[in-house]
């Protein structure tokens, strides 16, 4: 009886009508299978199962293939009913796998900053800016049309598959409905494939690089919006595969002399095939980030940007695996990191800069003159599109403005500012040593809450001798500082009385004690003046030209971030336990995330340090320039003003915390902190009281300038170590995470 009513289904689904094209692509992706999934189980042609779905020209399954088809789509029909048919006819929303931005209502609080570096302060002295939330993901757009008989476009339909959680579809833009990038392979039939971000996978006719270009431009509709106003789109960019580069008659890997080159040799037949195809390399020529563009004419640019993996285009310290992923996987992941934070330009150190020019570019249109026309002009809040000099105290060694200098001469605190972060550490004390942990906590993004609110400087300085401090005033400052006594501070309006032999300065990166004048930025004089102690300042170098230009910056990262950390199951506000169960083997819930979620913490650091770029080469020679110095961006006072600002806000929390608990600190490198205690977690020695934190101290969070957990080890693991290597001041903050000891070089 079963086998008849089983012919009975057979015959009654080879004649039932199908859902049309649109619905069985619905139904599918509802259910987040993949075009090969289905041709798989119904033992057919990938290809055939994306022309059961194409819109524009549906292909009908025939036989045995329509009778399982069908029974897929009924089941899948009574698991994902269609919409009621207002909801079709409205406008698409973001998927609900991919999470936007938080809303303003999710409560950020932001960390501690010193009171006079911004101008919204809360009376308990934390600043609040309003979040900047990135745009929803673009809904999904159609594909690009198919002309007949052009060498440029697909042989067949593009398709759509399932979109993983995370993944931006493409842009609402028409002119970049595809995404910002794709990643470009070939499949074991040997067709040329672009897989692009939100799943869709694209035929690419292109049999040579420059036709590849050609079609990129003219028909793949890739790109990104710009960010500013005045700003220009993102170039299209495509990833190459090992598979792509040698259908394109480029090699795998570099050799040792191109890869220190970072580039293809100029004779190469590749190189050659553009240059005859009227297209143009920039001054770093064919390298793992390669530029290829015509001259633009008018407002059109021209201009495709490559990404070569296999290269090192993807530093592993930087993006983990991803060199390693499938295309689609990797499309996926440089899609959700261009959609939250921008298509990237090179490394994320490169990204991170230009981040900072894409939301403040450096000139804008005019108002129409008397005839009507725009002209360039500078744009308010931005660094200009011309360089300029730096204080000779702000200047790396090597420098044009310290060629005067005799060859070997070491410049002191007097003579240079050095703002760097914390490495300190000091032998624990007996109380110590009678407790049986070391627990390390981080700042989550530190130095993004360091430029938070920032002000720095936009122009050229202003020498000024016997100044009188100014805190709004951004700049560096000669002053002596070592009569600032930590055993005795200021808290709000009262004094506090602390073991300052246990707390280090927060004037010097070491932590020691200043001797003299040094040059300091205006963040650390600060702080000496609300530690309750005056200043003096013997000269500086201040820019009266200023303002919060890294705002947008930090809140762009900021918001990337938090979504990024969000889709891993981290939300902010939770509570603390929450929050630390919520961080265990977070990168094990979606390892493509928690590779966007590094990648976003590198652009921080990586742009910072981009503002202070030395020579790379290039036969470069002490007081000779370099090639960074040309650019508007080669800025080491806002480089220093930012870790200043980063390393006060980390030793304020730490004299809260002293103050209040007696605890103090047993190593600080960077941005984490160890302390002696008794159990294994933050909360075994931070003071909650009622889910509560310390005013002004630490907070566990995800936000940026809140804290997580870095690593626990034992009191004994310690000793240890310090021991073993006969390092009594060795830094466990260096090791904690893990307990692995490496590069041990004596506590210096």
């Given at each position: 009886m079963s086998e008849l009513f089983e012919a009975v289904d057979a015959l009654v689904a080879s004649r039932a009508p199908l859902p049309p094209a649109q619905e069985r692509k619905r139904l599918r992706q509802a259910h987040g299978?993949?075009?090969?999934?289905?041709?798989t189980a119904l033992k057919v042609r990938r290809a055939t199962v994306s022309g059961w779905e194409s819109v524009k020209k549906t292909v009908e399954p025939r036989g045995p293939e329509r009778e399982a088809y069908a029974r897929l789509l009924n089941k899948l029909a009574e698991l994902y009913p269609a919409p009621s048919a207002p909801e079709e006819s409205a406008a698409p929303t973001t998927p609900a796998t991919f999470t936007a931005a938080p809303a303003p209502a999710e409560a950020q609080t932001l960390p501690p900053g010193?009171?006079?570096?911004?101008?919204?302060?809360?009376?308990?002295?934390?600043?609040?800016?309003?979040?900047?939330?990135?745009?929803?993901?673009?809904?999904?757009?159609?594909?690009?049309?198919?002309?007949?008989?052009?060498?440029?476009?697909?042989?067949?339909?593009?398709?759509?598959?399932?979109?993983?959680?995370?993944?931006?579809?493409?842009?609402?833009?028409?002119?970049?409905?595809?995404?910002?990038?794709?990643?470009?392979?070939?499949d074991t039939d040997g067709q040329v494939l672009a897989y692009c971000t939100g799943g869709l996978v694209l035929d690419v006719p292109a049999k040579s690089l420059p036709v590849l270009v050609e079609w990129t431009l003219k028909e793949a509709r890739l790109g990104q919006p710009k960010l500013s106003g005045p700003g220009k789109d993102a170039d299209p960019l495509l990833v190459l595969t090992e598979a792509a580069l040698e259908r394109y008659g480029l090699p795998v890997a570099l050799t040792e002399e191109e890869r220190l080159a970072g580039r293809l040799p100029e004779g190469h037949k590749v190189i050659k095939q553009l240059a005859r195809a009227d297209w143009k390399l920039t001054k770093r020529g064919f390298g793992p980030w390669a530029r290829i563009?015509?001259?633009?004419?008018?407002?059109?640019?021209?201009?495709?940007?490559?990404?070569?993996?296999?290269?090192?285009?993807?530093?592993?310290?930087?993006?983990?695996?991803?060199?390693?992923?499938?295309?689609?996987?990797?499309?996926?992941?440089?899609?959700?990191?261009?959609?939250?934070?921008?298509?990237?330009?090179?490394?994320?150190?490169?990204?991170?800069?230009?981040?900072?020019?894409?939301?403040?570019?450096?000139?804008?249109?005019?108002?129409p003159d008397a005839d009507g026309r725009r002209h360039s002009e500078h744009n308010p809040g931005s660094l200009g599109k011309d360089p300029v000099d730096c204080a000779p105290c702000e200047a790396p060694d090597g420098h044009p403005l310290l060629a005067d200098l005799p060859r070997f001469h070491v410049r002191g605190p007097a003579e240079k500012l050095f703002e760097e972060a914390y490495d300190w550490a000091r032998p624990m004390t007996d109380a110590e040593c009678t407790l049986r942990h070391l627990v390390g906590i981080d700042v989550n993004m530190a130095f993004a809450a360091g430029a938070n609110g920032l002000i720095v400087g936009l122009g050229a300085p202003t020498h000024v001798t016997n100044p009188v401090f100014d805190p709004?005033?951004?700049?560096?400052?000669?002053?002596?500082?070592?009569?600032?006594?930590?055993?005795?501070?200021?808290?709000?309006?009262?004094?506090?009385?602390?073991?300052?032999?246990?707390?280090?300065?927060?004037?010097?990166?070491?932590?020691?004690?200043?001797?003299?004048?040094?040059?300091?930025?205006?963040?650390?004089?600060?702080?000496?003046?609300?530690?309750?102690?005056?200043?003096?300042?013997?000269?500086?170098?201040?820019?009266?030209?200023?303002?919060?230009?890294?705002?947008?910056?930090y809140q762009r990262l900021r918001d990337a971030y938090l979504a990024t950390m969000a889709d891993l199951g981290v939300h902010a506000d939770m509570a603390p336990a929450d929050f630390l169960a919520a961080m265990d083997g977070y990168k094990e819930r979606d390892p493509e995330l928690a590779i966007v979620a590094a990648a976003i913490k590198a652009t921080v650091k990586g742009g910072l340090g981009k503002l202070r770029e030395r020579p790379r080469g290039e036969g470069w020679r002490p007081g000779q320039p370099w090639r960074a110095l040309?650019?508007?961006?080669?800025?080491?006072?806002?480089?220093?003003?930012?870790?200043?600002r980063t390393r006060i806000n980390l030793h304020r929390k730490i004299v809260k915390h002293a103050a209040f608990t007696g605890q103090y600190p047993v190593a600080v490198l960077s941005d984490c902190v160890v302390y002696a205690a008794d159990g294994t977690s933050p909360l075994d020695f931070l003071p909650y009281r009622q889910g509560k934190p310390l005013p002004g101290g630490f907070k566990l969070g995800i936000n940026p300038g809140l804290v997580k957990h870095e690593g626990t080890q034992t009191v004994l693991w310690g000793e240890e170590v310090r021991e073993r290597f006969n390092a009594p001041e060795l830094n466990l903050a260096r090791y904690i995470k893990d307990g692995t000891v490496t590069d041990v070089d004596n506590g210096e």
């Open positions: 299978l993949t075009l090969d999934e289905v041709a010193p009171a006079p570096d911004t101008a919204a302060t809360t009376a308990a002295g934390n600043t609040q800016i309003t979040p900047d939330p990135l745009p929803p993901a673009p809904a999904v757009a159609p594909r690009p049309a198919r002309t007949t008989g052009s060498a440029s476009t697909s042989r067949r339909p593009a398709a759509r598959k399932a979109v993983p959680v995370g993944t931006p579809a493409g842009g609402s833009d028409p002119r970049f409905e595809n995404g910002p990038l794709a990643v470009v392979d070939v563009y015509r001259p633009a004419t008018g407002s059109e640019r021209a201009c495709v940007q490559l990404c070569i993996p296999s290269w090192n285009a993807l530093d592993a310290r930087h993006w983990g695996n991803a060199a390693q992923l499938p295309p689609s996987d990797l499309a996926r992941v440089l899609g959700v990191y261009a959609s939250r934070v921008m298509t990237p330009r090179g490394s994320t150190a490169v990204t991170g800069l230009e981040l900072m020019t894409a939301l403040h570019p450096p000139t804008r249109a005019s108002e709004k005033l951004p700049g560096s400052w000669l002053v002596d500082l070592s009569h600032v006594d930590l055993s005795r501070v200021k808290a709000g309006k009262e004094w506090v009385e602390l073991d300052g032999s246990l707390l280090p300065s927060p004037f010097t990166p070491k932590g020691e004690r200043p001797e003299g004048p040094a040059w300091y930025a205006t963040p650390t004089v600060a702080y000496a003046v609300e530690l309750g102690y005056e200043v003096r300042p013997i000269e500086a170098y201040v820019r009266y030209e200023n303002g919060r230009y890294l705002d947008g910056w040309s650019r508007p961006t080669w800025r080491p006072d806002i480089r220093a003003a930012v870790i200043s």
